[in-house]
């Protein structure tokens, strides 16, 4: 089961492993990003390896392996049937959202925004929840399950729970700590996101994920920070490669509490737009998209050119305060 970011030493390794191609074992960088992948795909996607100025951040995790990090956890013959499991585990540990400010979140496997949990539509999933903070917690899934499994009731520290149910329906789903204040348990860093693929699966792409949060630094019930994946202005400082005329899939989801909504838009391009990604085709075309809390979908694009391109919210203050980044998409023949 995944969980590159449980501690500075694992990073250090994984991220080695992906700067340096594993070259010492005769395997590329691409080709462990696309362990998981179905087997149909692993040959018709490229996935560009870090590069070689790449910088890490300050922290115990990096949004540029969240972005590419799938957990499909561990699966368990159980008489008939195969169950996919998953281990989750709410604590708390400090950020460095910036140089100058650091801000204690309440986490799930120790990164923001928790762990890519992925299934095929129909699959028995078991989440084991431990919780490890000072304070209560819970995880409540959308999607469809009994009323049990609804993750509404608080676990409290030192205690664990299980939630168990069949994975649908296929689509794009977050999942969140449902614990009054919710709007704070949220804003502190409890959500992730549930991908549940259909059965037949999607078309080969660079698949990432992106999750937009913010950050009320002084609990004044408005944010004064904004994040892609956990660190404010990640993306802009470091560009993500892409390659051009190669299919990217962004599975999307705005997790921001305390602004009504925000857009998402890209630069000189268009994008399909998979609305909760409960469709296999396109429900439209634009290159911006506005989502209210909780709201996601599935985006397909390709680039043209070679070149820098932005990617961020139309509000400008969001962008201007964190939600900013760029695509570098790098020649095909690169």
């Keep these: 089961m995944s969980n590159l970011f449980s501690g500075r030493s694992q990073f250090w390794s994984r991220r080695r492993l992906l700067q340096w191609g594993l070259t010492a074992m005769g395997i590329s960088a ?20 870090l590069p070689e100025t790449y910088q890490p951040g300050n922290g115990d995790f990096e949004p540029m392996l969240v972005l590419r990090d799938f957990d499909y956890g561990t699966l368990k013959q159980e008489g008939d049937r195969l169950v996919r499991e998953f281990q989750v585990v709410a604590d708390h540990s400090t950020l460095q959202l910036n140089r100058a400010i650091t ?49 509404v009731k608080s676990v409290r520290r030192g205690k664990t729970t299980v939630y168990e149910f069949d994975a649908e329906p296929y689509g794009v789903h977050p999942y969140h700590c449902h614990v009054a204040p919710v709007t704070r348990h949220i804003n502190k860093g409890l959500y992730g996101l549930f ?44 560009p993500i490669s892409i390659y051009q005329n190669q299919l990217v899939r962004l599975y999307i989801l705005n997790m921001i509490e305390f602004d009504p909504a925000v857009t998402f838009h890209i ?42 391109y932005m990617f961020h919210p139309h509000q400008d203050y969001i962008a201007e305060h964190g939600c900013m980044g760029y695509f570098q998409v790098l020649p095909s023949e690169a």
């Design 30 to 49: 691409s080709a462990w990003k696309l362990s998981h992948y179905p087997v149909q795909a692993r040959e018709s996607v490229r996935i560009p390896p």
């Design 103 to 151: 801000y204690v979140s309440w986490n799930l496997n120790h990164r923001v925004p928790g762990p890519t949990l992925r299934a095929t539509e129909g699959d028995r999933i078991r989440v084991i929840f431990t919780n490890h903070d000072g304070h209560s917690h819970s995880m409540h899934f959308h999607g469809i399950h009994p009323a049990e499994m609804d993750g």
């Design 195 to 238: 991908i549940v693929d259909p059965p037949g699966g999607r078309p080969p792409a660079d698949e990432m994920v992106m999750v937009m949060g913010g950050y009320d630094l002084d609990n004044d019930g408005s944010n004064e920070l904004y994040a892609f994946n956990g660190i404010p202005n990640y993306y802009r400082d470091r």
């Design 267 to 308: 630069h000189a391009n268009m994008f399909q737009v998979y609305k909760t990604g409960r469709s296999l085709t396109a429900n439209e075309e634009s290159d911006v998209i506005t989502m209210g809390t909780a709201e996601r979908h599935i985006l397909e694009f390709t680039y043209k050119y070679p070149g820098k």
